[in-house]
């Protein structure tokens, strides 16, 4: 019997228990369950996690992954297509990828090419459209740096110190300044800017010593500003033929500062009695900070003292009076002081308080001070439990004493985090305790290699086996092997698939260090863990909607595969019912038709095809099909969240990831050879803003689109909406906008230019698609040469090609260039196209003489075992010597997950 068949077991006789002895009150505990269940019934939990080959990587890399599907219930259609998306660090849209699901599981790859990616922190978001539904915080997120040896020219290491004072706002940045082979950049004159958003906020000048280090004093007014702007820096470069060498730098960390909050266990510091405390401080990073402190009353008196214990995170316990409000009194690690409120004293109280949990038993307590019990001296109260959308428990009591025990049976919950919520006899929560149960340990993976130590290039194979509490069991994993020397990495830091979906995935908020809970020793980590969720919301749902019968609106149902819908209708806009379409895939030699409904609407439904694939769509076997017109309904995603793991942005990539990035410098030194041949000859004119005087003001466009990102588009206007890198479409005010600013609430419109003459967007649809040689986006306008004349927020300037005078074009000529209504050509989001990771055999003389310094030296999503639990892999090392690192993630038919890490030696 699987857990989840288990748990629906019991959770019966709970009800049973709790039906025998329910009371007539405003409420009852049964018409709350019975709430709380339809909810978590029709509304299943779906969570995504991705298992990348490394985790970090260069530009020029292709990034290995396998994305995993995990649910709470298994008796539905489980979505089969997962979305992964790529920001970089403005985050701006770098790429969608498509990933078909096959058993809840699927593979794909990214190139980082170096013509759209350059070194930075890029975030990747995964989801399903199903958890489109529901709040973005709960999707996938890790941050990824990316190093760059081919295209970066300026490497650095900057700090940055507070000089503020308290006055304004004043930080001094330290940057020493290198070039791509790590020579120091002495002697070199600098430019500086600070900018935040479209306002410059200090400027200056420079110049670097004799170690390539430069001092810049920046002053600002507004400390918010300053915190959210960039410092751009311009070296001068030593020929005067040479572009000038530049650089930007994030000024989030330039000011410290610092917040602490407390929270009391139940929600409420209530009066006389011994509560526990929690208490988390964070810089403006975002990270945790080391502190100290006491507790102090009216009188000044200490109260109570306290020390963090992880990552700026403690506890403490204290009895607060009546009456007295209470100031915590904070020293943190730089010597600085602060006082912080805590929360206001209740007179009256009750709440829940959780005392332990053995291995059979879950104990929790209604605690209630003296003056509550008086005045609600047995009235009754519920308590439910759920976990992981499954609910586990539900129970009334009656307040005759001023404490009620309560012995929760542990194998009722899942592992994972469990919600313990007390209720009102009216249905009103009033106290809330999160929990970690683990109940069903995670999968037992052990790996094992047929040697204890190998040589460069030798052949290694690795078994596997998997056991489920002792029971071997079949099951679906990814392996990666990397070379540790050149890939160290904190395993602490790691976003894997226990810390993901077991922790991460079910609260809201930023988790430092997330693999720390499932990593560190046992004792430490369940008490990190416990003051973690003391800190941390969930909030899936609202108890008070769903008392109301207030269920979320679902927009979007698991998709099974690939869509494309629309409407027919004529050209005066009637819909055209039963109307015949035909879609064709020429590059897979596919076709299949279908017909509207009565409304003209129609689906082709569980299309297969990769990116960047060409789709017609044809209504040509139709009666007066001449005026007949095709369209297409947009695909739609969710909105760009600005998302609280940009904490693990790092600051200098250069030197934390220096051993990676120097051997990859090595693996690409032929890329970077090529870039100083001297080639001779004429090319054709690349398309550039400053060929245009009213464009020339502006710098380095962020993002270029290539001609071939528009094949295949008929209407220039519905190809933007997608294809634009950063920018969104508002359909109400029918405009472009910066999409940053846009999810920030901002609708100033981008301005639209054409061939370097301003138009706007009604225009668009006059020029054609195949004409245009390229489209360069503009985030920002500094020197605000368009933005003072058309108040506009971001510039896209499009060009199109030059052509010579031709003769005359004929009747069939013209027609044969306007655009069809009824027959469109797409080029939709496919499925990421199949690859597999290269596994060199090194059988031969020959080919164990070639140099192998790869960092990732094998890489398998598909590992399967069988009912007996086992499976093997084979692969052949590379020339690094030192630990070879072994990760294995993955999960078992019935949904439980493992990992694992191996290390092995090379000699």
Same mark, same amino acid.
């Given at each position: 019997m699987s857990l989840i068949k288990k748990i629906a077991s019991c959770l019966f006789f709970s009800l049973f228990f709790v039906a025998a002895f329910a009371r007539q009150d405003t409420v009852s505990i049964n018409t709350l369950?019975?709430?709380?269940?339809?909810?978590?019934?029709?509304?299943?939990?779906?969570?995504?996690?991705?298992?990348?080959?490394?985790?970090?990587?260069?530009?020029?890399?292709?990034?290995?992954?396998?994305?995993?599907?995990?649910?709470?219930?298994?008796?539905?259609?489980?979505?089969?297509?997962?979305?992964?998306?790529?920001?970089?660090?403005?985050?701006?849209?770098?790429?969608?990828?498509?990933?078909?699901?096959?058993?809840?599981?699927?593979?794909?790859?990214?190139?980082?090419?170096?013509?759209?990616?350059?070194?930075?922190?890029y975030r990747f978001r995964a989801y399903t459209k199903w958890m489109?539904?529901?709040?973005?915080?709960?999707?996938?997120?890790?941050?990824?740096?990316?190093?760059?040896?081919?295209?970066n020219n300026l490497h650095h290491t900057i700090s940055f110190k507070d000089v503020s004072n308290g006055k304004n706002a004043r930080s001094q940045a330290t940057i020493q300044f290198r070039d791509r082979e790590g020579k120091i950049l002495n002697n070199r004159k600098i430019n500086?800017?600070?900018?935040?958003?479209?306002?410059?906020?200090?400027?200056g000048k420079g110049e670097t010593d004799a170690m390539g280090n430069v001092i810049i004093n920046i002053n600002g007014n507004d400390r918010e500003l300053l915190r959210a702007g960039n410092l751009h820096v311009s070296l001068t470069p030593q020929s005067g033929s040479a572009s000038p060498l530049v650089g930007r730098f994030p000024l989030?960390?330039?000011?410290?500062?610092?917040?602490?909050?407390?929270?009391?266990?139940?929600?409420?510091?209530?009066?006389?009695?011994?509560?526990?405390?929690?208490?988390?401080?964070?810089g403006n990073d975002g990270l945790g900070l080391p502190v100290k402190g006491e507790v102090v009353g009216p009188d000044n008196r200490a109260a109570a003292s306290f020390t963090d214990t992880h990552l700026g995170m403690g506890q403490f316990t204290f009895v607060p009076q009546a009456g007295s409000s209470y100031t915590a009194k904070v020293t943190f690690e730089n010597g600085q002081e602060r006082t912080y409120p805590l929360p206001p004293v209740v007179a009256e109280g009750i709440g829940l308080t959780f005392l332990k949990a053995d291995?059979?038993?879950?104990q929790l307590a209604i605690v209630a001070n003296e003056a509550f019990h008086k005045t609600h001296e047995n009235e009754v109260y519920y308590v439910i439990a759920q976990s992981n959308g499954i609910l586990c428990y539900a129970a009334q009591a009656t307040l005759r004493n001023s404490s009620v025990l309560i012995n929760l049976p542990k194998d009722r919950f899942p592992t994972g985090i469990a919600q313990f919520t007390l209720f009102t006899?009216?249905?009103?929560?009033?106290?809330?305790?999160?929990?970690?149960?683990?109940?069903?340990?995670?999968?037992?993976?052990?790996?094992?290699?047929?040697?204890?130590?190998?040589?460069?290039?030798?052949?290694? $194979?690795?078994?596997?086996? +998997?056991? *489920?509490? %002792?029971?071997?069991?079949?099951?679906?994993?990814?392996?990666?092997? &990397? =070379?540790?020397?050149?890939?160290?990495?904190?395993?602490?830091q790691s976003v894997t698939i226990l810390s993901n979906l077991l922790l991460t995935s079910d609260i809201q908020g930023y988790v430092e260090q997330p693999n720390f809970y499932f990593n560190g020793p046992d004792g430490i980590r369940w008490e990190a863990l416990d003051v973690l969720l003391l800190t941390q919301g969930y909030r899936r749902f609202s108890y008070e909607e769903v008392l109301a019968g207030q269920?979320?609106?679902?927009?979007?149902?698991?998709?099974?595969?690939?869509?494309?819908?629309?409407?027919?209708?004529? $050209?005066?806009?009637?819909? +055209?019912? *039963?109307? %015949?379409?035909?879609?064709?895939?020429?590059?897979?030699?596919?076709? &299949? =038709?279908?017909?509207?409904n009565e409304n003209g609407e129609f689906a082709f439904k569980d299309l297969v095809f990769t990116d960047s694939v060409r789709v017609t769509i044809n209504a040509r076997g139709n009666d007066n099909y001449r005026n007949m017109v095709i369209n297409v309904n947009p695909t739609q995603f969710p909105a760009i969240d600005s998302s609280s793991y940009r904490a693990d942005n790092l600051l200098n990539i250069d030197t934390s990831l220096a051993p990676y990035l120097s051997n990859s410098r090595n693996e690409y030194r032929t890329s970077i050879l090529l870039e100083e041949v001297e080639v001779t000859g004429r090319t054709g004119p690349a398309f550039t803003h400053k060929d245009y005087p009213a464009l020339s003001g502006l710098s380095m466009a962020d993002h270029r689109i290539e001609p071939d990102r528009l094949k295949g588009c008929n209407v220039l206007m519905m190809c933007l909406r997608t294809v634009l890198t950063g920018i969104t479409y508002d359909d109400r005010s029918q405009n472009f906008y910066i999409t940053r600013d846009y999810n920030a609430g901002g609708r100033i419109p981008v301005q639209f230019f054409l061939n370097g003459m301003a138009?706007?967007?009604?225009?668009?649809?006059?020029?054609?698609?195949?004409?245009?040689?390229?489209?360069?986006?503009?985030?920002?306008?500094?020197?605000?040469?368009?933005?003072?004349?058309?108040?506009?927020?971001?510039?896209?300037?499009?060009?199109?090609?030059?052509?010579?005078?031709?003769?005359?074009?004929?009747?069939?000529?013209?027609?044969?260039?306007?655009?069809?209504?009824?027959?469109?050509?797409?080029?939709?989001?496919?499925?990421?196209?199949e690859r597999k990771f290269y596994v060199p055999k090194y059988d031969t003389p020959e080919r164990r003489a070639v140099n192998d310094i790869r960092s990732t030296i094998y890489w398998n999503p598909d590992v399967t075992t069988g009912d007996d639990g086992k499976a093997r892999v084979s692969y052949y090392n590379a020339d690094g010597k030192g630990s070879y690192r072994v990760v294995v993630e993955g999960t078992d038919v019935h949904g439980n997950i493992g990992r694992t890490i191996y290390r092995y030696t090379i000699n």
């Open positions: 369950v019975e709430r709380t269940q339809k909810l978590l019934d029709a509304y299943p939990i779906e969570k995504v996690h991705l298992h990348f080959d490394k985790p970090y990587y260069a530009v020029g890399d292709t990034v290995w992954f396998k994305a995993y599907l995990n649910s709470n219930m298994y008796d539905y259609d489980l979505s089969k297509v997962v979305y992964v998306e790529v920001m970089n660090g403005r985050d701006s849209l770098m790429q969608t990828l498509r990933i078909p699901l096959a058993d809840r599981m699927g593979d794909g790859h990214l190139v980082l090419d170096q013509e759209w990616y350059t070194q930075g922190n489109v539904n529901f709040d973005p915080a709960y999707f996938f997120n890790k941050i990824i740096p990316i190093g760059d040896v081919l295209n500086w800017q600070v900018t935040s958003g479209w306002e410059t906020l200090d400027n989030q960390a330039a000011l410290w500062d610092a917040d602490v909050q407390f929270f009391p266990e139940g929600g409420e510091l209530i009066a006389g009695l011994t509560q526990k405390i929690a208490f988390k401080a964070v291995t059979a038993q879950i006899s009216n249905g009103k929560p009033i106290s809330e305790r999160l929990a970690f149960v683990e109940n069903i340990k995670p999968l037992d993976i052990q790996v094992t290699s047929d040697k204890p130590a190998y040589n460069a290039k030798e052949p290694v $194979n690795l078994d596997i086996a +998997v056991n *489920n509490n %002792g029971d071997p069991t079949a099951g679906g994993y990814s392996i990666s092997v &990397t =070379d540790e020397t050149k890939v160290p990495f904190d395993d602490n269920y979320p609106q679902v927009y979007f149902l698991p998709e099974q595969g690939i869509e494309i819908s629309g409407v027919l209708r004529l $050209n005066n806009g009637k819909p +055209v019912p *039963n109307g %015949g379409l035909l879609l064709s895939i020429p590059e897979r030699s596919f076709r &299949t =038709d279908t017909y509207t138009v706007d967007v009604n225009a668009l649809n006059g020029i054609v698609p195949a004409e245009i040689e390229g489209i360069e986006i503009f985030m920002r306008d500094e020197l605000g040469v368009v933005s003072r004349s058309y108040q506009n927020n971001g510039v896209v300037s499009i060009y199109t090609k030059k052509k010579e005078k031709a003769p005359r074009m004929s009747l069939s000529e013209i027609e044969s260039m306007l655009p069809k209504s009824n027959i469109i050509d797409l080029t939709p989001l496919g499925y990421v196209k």
